[in-house]
Each structure stands twice: as C-alpha cells, then as structure tokens.
C-alpha cells in the first residue's frame, strides 16, 4: 500500500439497508473481515519465538498428500492452504492471509471498484431483486435497465429465493464479458445483455435538505476525506443549522480517512490512542482546519457500523461534538496492517487495540447510541427512515 491505511444520499430505507451493495457485495469485508488498516510499529512482538519454524512436519504432510491422494493436487492451491493456515493458527479473525486474486479484491472494496455492470439492487414487497438505481453512466443504464426491473434470471439461473447478495454474485465478473438478465417491467419479460465494465463508486454522498447538511460516508477510503472535506466546505458555504452523519451499514477502511472525517469536527483534540499489550504506542490528534467546528451534528450508527465508523462516532462523541443515533455497532476494536508480498498476495495482522479519546476499547461490545432509534420491517417495506427523520428533527431542535 502507498499510504498508511488502518483500520447516503438514500432516498429510503431500501437504499439504506443496501448501503453495501452499492460497491456490489462489500459485505465480504464487513463480515468476519471488518477492517481498521494501520501501520506497522516498529516495536516487534512475539520475541520468544524462533526466527524460523520447522516445517519438516509440514513437509511430511506434503509427502504424504502427494504420494497417496486419489486427485490432481495444485501447488498454488496447497501453499496458499499453508499460509493461509498459518494465519487462521493465529486464532484472530481479523489476521487472515489473501491469494493474489482476493487480495485484488480486499484492495478493490477499500477504493470502492469492481468489475460488474453498475447498478443497485433490492427487494420488492414481494421478494422478487429488483432494481433500485442504474449507476449513471455505467453499464446497466447505458443497456436501459430501469429503476424497479426485477431480474428474474441471470444467466439463465433463476432469482427466485435467491438473496441480494447472492444475486450479486451472479451478476460480477470480469470486465469485457458478458451477462444477460432476464427483466420483467411492467409485467413483460425480457432479456437484456450486458457487458460488464471496472466501476468505482465513490465512498461520500452529501446534500442539504431544509437547512441541514447530510453526509453519508459508506466506506472510509482513499477518496473519502477529499470528499468529505468537499462537502463540509458546501456545508458551510450554505449555512446550515446542523449536519447528520450518515455511518449505518460502513464497514469502515482507512484510520487515516477516520481521523480525516474526525477533523472536520474537532480541533486539536484526541481522535483517538493504540494500545499493544494494554500500553499506547501512538495517538492520533485531529488534523487541518475543523470546518465544522461548534455545528450541531447527530452521528446515525446502527451493527453494520465498524472499526472506522466507530473510531469516527466514539472521536466525535467522547469529544462532545455529536450525540450518536440509531442502533448499537458493530463492536470491532482491533488495528490491522497489510503486508504486501511480491506475487500479489497479502498478510492483513492485527498490530494493536484502538481506544476512544475516553479510554475506552469498543471490541466486541459496539458503541451504544445516546438515542436508540429502531426500524422495523414494515418501514422497510413502506420505504421510511425513522432513523433520518429523528436525526433531522434533532438537528432542528
């Protein structure tokens, strides 16, 4: 990586819940995966193991596969077993090893790219995937996919109980092919090829509705703090009353980008420390020009809010400059650093615990809102965000 990097405009709910998939199944790093990318100290830990292992009880292992396994065996595919092994040995979920391909992938999610046609995707009242938003621009539209198509097949493969992300999967591939949806409008189906283009969405929505400034972050990359930055300055030039902070369903990225978003708030304050073996090795204070400095902000959170987002809501709370809304996060406290090795792949390792500027480390317990706001699934369905609507009231108030 060429920079440290450490660990929505909806118009309703549906894009809310969706959030995620406007970068088509980003899902997979808020999982197990959920990320807080660092930089690695130069305090080394683990001193009392050897240098070097002993593989020659791995090599046997081989051996023995080799010699007696009925089946084509794949030397890539086993030493990836191997490292990948070694990283999971760990007993961390958040030190994982990546193939030269899903490491394409971890990087893709954080810059907000992937290969696909461009399109947001959601259910119906009755189940069916259909069609929020072409992406201007992208393939979908350019191929006269419409808002509310439902898609009935892909490729030949039916939708039918099929889940959103599932969907998606169907739906990606490489850039250059080839997919054809099968679309029912207005109860007429139709097939409709499309090729399949390099996307990249960018990770900041903003607008200003009756006064206030919206700002919704749906991953913190390397575009983000430009953005947001962007949009504060807009914020500002506009006079708002207040701004609501949009971090439901982020599954976070880069501590540089959350201590970025932080500064708009805060002026020489903490963001927050890292701790390794309960000691702070580095803390980060706020940065630049704090150009919403003193104006009356609701942070909304909800569990698909981690690591940055909760870096973000924890800074801006402990510093007393939002109250948080909505739904307890995600809970995800730890720093993770990617190790780049020359084939492609990648070690992401945990390298140390993040806290609050109150001392407070959120790992598996989240970050509870000063106001709990619920959906249910009748909003959802109804296409209401009570959660939106509370925080606007409450920057009004």
Same mark, same amino acid.
């Given at each position: 990586m060429p920079k440290k990097r450490k660990s929505f405009k909806f118009k309703n709910l549906a894009a809310l819940? !969706?959030?995620a998939l406007i970068v088509f199944y980003v899902g997979w790093a808020t999982g197990a995966g959920k990320i807080s990318i660092g930089q690695v100290k130069p305090v080394k830990a683990n001193n009392g193991l050897p240098a070097k292992l002993d593989y020659s009880s791995v090599d046997l292992i081989y051996n023995s596969i080799r010699d007696n396994y009925d089946g084509k065996l794949d030397e890539t595919k086993l030493l990836d077993g191997i490292k990948t092994g070694l990283a999971n040995a760990a007993g961390d979920p958040y030190t994982e090893y990546f193939s030269t391909s899903d490491a394409k992938d971890f990087y893709g999610q954080l810059d907000g790219t992937f290969e696909g046609i461009g399109a947001e995707l959601g259910k119906d009242a009755d189940g069916n995937i259909d069609i929020i938003a072409p992406l201007a621009g992208y393939p979908a539209e350019k191929a006269g996919i419409k808002p509310k198509d439902i898609i009935a097949s892909v490729d030949g493969k039916s939708t039918s109980g099929l889940s959103i992300d599932d969907t998606?999967? !169907?739906?990606?591939?490489? =850039?250059?092919?080839t997919v054809k949806l099968t679309v029912v409008r207005d109860g007429t189906p139709q097939d409709i090829s499309i090729v399949r283009e390099s996307i990249q969405i960018p990770s900041v929505k903003s607008e200003v509705k009756d006064g206030v400034g919206i700002l919704t972050i749906s991953r913190f990359g390397d575009d983000t703090v430009k953005l947001a930055t962007a949009a504060a300055e807009d914020f500002k030039s506009k006079n708002v009353t207040g701004v609501v902070l949009d971090l439901r369903g982020d599954p976070g990225g880069l501590l540089t980008a959350a201590v970025g978003v932080s500064s708009l708030w805060l002026q020489n304050k903490t963001v927050l420390t890292e701790r390794r073996d309960g000691k702070i090795i580095q803390t980060y204070p706020s940065e630049g &020009? =704090? &150009? !919403?400095?003193? +104006?009356? &902000? +609701?942070v909304l959170i909800d569990g698909g809010s981690a690591s940055a987002s909760e870096i973000t809501a924890g800074a801006l709370h402990d510093n007393k400059a939002a109250t948080l809304m909505g739904l307890k996060s995600y809970g995800k406290g730890s720093v993770q650093q990617p190790i780049d090795f020359k084939d492609g792949s990648l070690l992401k390792v945990t390298i140390a615990r993040w806290y609050t500027p109150a001392g407070k480390n959120i790992d598996k317990e989240g970050i509870k809102p000063d106001t709990e706001v619920k959906i249910s699934d009748d909003d959802i369905k109804a296409g209401n965000d009570p959660q939106l609507n509370a925080a606007l009231t409450a920057v009004k108030s």
């Open positions: 819940f !969706l959030s998606v999967k !169907l739906i990606r591939g490489k =850039a250059g092919t &020009t =704090a &150009t !919403l400095n003193g +104006v009356k &902000t +609701v």
